[in-house]
């Protein structure tokens, strides 16, 4: 009998077969034991399930406090025979998997998480595990415990499935280096371990990745990249935009970008954290457009980009056609 299970019995083994691959996402909290999100099972693995995949000494060390933590898991189960030269495709699937839903999951709401390459994965198959663990391996327990996390309401599964979906479909399709590339950007400024200040300078770089026309690199009237991040908030808004909002583009993100580029913030008190935000709900909606309009790109049509910039620059004017063609009417 497992350890955990002489702790608490109930406490049961019930993955379907013997060969199964586990990936924790740092920070991600569940209502309930398991949520479907499209092809993806997420589970609120129990204690005994967690001890056939992780070391000894991580059990022992953080027993006491798992379910505080209540760590989710990317579950694949396997059909035998699982034989050894499946461990590393499991392996680097549940990477790959786990990036695009930690993605999907930045791309919905702000919250704090941690992709599985810089904590654990593991398969375990017949007795024997595979470990291939990041540098950060236990931040699947710790961040919870420290307030380090991001909410799944059980409505947000479909919309983060089909999400997941999505950045799947483009990662396979030609000519996306460039919305990789601000992903990648978009990701890395929410990295736990990054500071306030290189996340803004990473998410100002992606604001021009996704709003600016080809070398520009100061506003324009009507149609700068700044005006462009308004106008995506302004459509996807129910309500109007908070002044302070409107206020941060008109006015204070251009300085904060000479500040940020000539390395001079110390010089001045900026709030670093709210810069944060604004520049985040921006790109969260101009990244998932972007992702549409490349899936909806004809061979011989125009650049993505291009396509919502576009869209946007009529919006001004009211026209809301040609962003409810990229991916419909936003919601509420």
Not at 161 to 173: D, H, Q, Y
Request: net charge negative.
């Amino acid at each position: 009998m497992l350890i955990s299970q002489q702790l608490r019995p109930n406490d049961l083994v019930r993955f379907r077969t013997p060969h199964v691959a586990l990936a924790p996402i740092a920070g991600l909290q569940i209502g309930s034991g398991a949520v479907q999100a499209g092809n993806l099972l997420l589970v609120r693995c129990n204690r005994a399930e967690w001890e056939t995949a992780e070391r000894a000494y991580v059990f022992r060390d953080w027993h006491s406090q798992y379910y505080e933590a209540n760590p989710v898991f990317i579950v694949r189960e396997y059909e035998p025979p699982f034989e050894a030269d499946k461990m590393s495709p499991a392996l680097d699937d549940l990477q790959s998997t786990g990036r695009r839903l930690v993605t999907a999951l930045r791309l919905l709401k702000p919250g704090r998480l941690l992709e599985p390459a810089y904590t654990a994965r593991f398969v375990v198959s017949d007795g024997f595990t595979v470990r291939k663990l990041g540098p950060y391996r236990t931040e699947y327990l710790t961040m919870p415990l420290d307030g380090l996390t991001w909410v799944m309401e059980e409505r947000e599964a479909v919309v983060i499935g089909r999400l997941v979906a999505t950045i799947e479909a483009v990662e396979s399709t030609l000519d996306t280096e460039g919305i990789l590339a601000t992903i990648e950007q978009f990701n890395l400024a929410h990295t736990p371990l990054v500071s306030t200040a290189l996340s803004v300078h990473l998410l100002l770089t992606a604001i021009a990745m996704v709003f600016a026309e080809e070398g520009e690199s100061a506003p324009r009237p009507g149609v700068s990249m700044y005006e462009r991040s308004l106008l995506i908030m302004r459509w996807a808004s129910p309500r109007p935009l908070d002044p302070a909002i409107e206020s941060f583009y008109r006015e204070r993100v251009q300085p904060l970008r000479n500040l940020v580029h000539h390395n001079a913030l110390a010089e001045r008190d900026v709030d670093l954290k709210e810069a944060q935000e604004m520049l985040a709900w921006a790109l969260r909606l101009g990244i998932r457009l972007l992702l549409q309009a490349h899936l909806k790109r004809s061979p011989q049509g125009p650049n993505p980009r291009r396509t919502l910039h576009e869209a946007l620059d009529r919006f001004a004017s009211g026209d809301t056609s040609g962003l409810d063609a990229i991916i419909g009417p936003p919601a509420g």
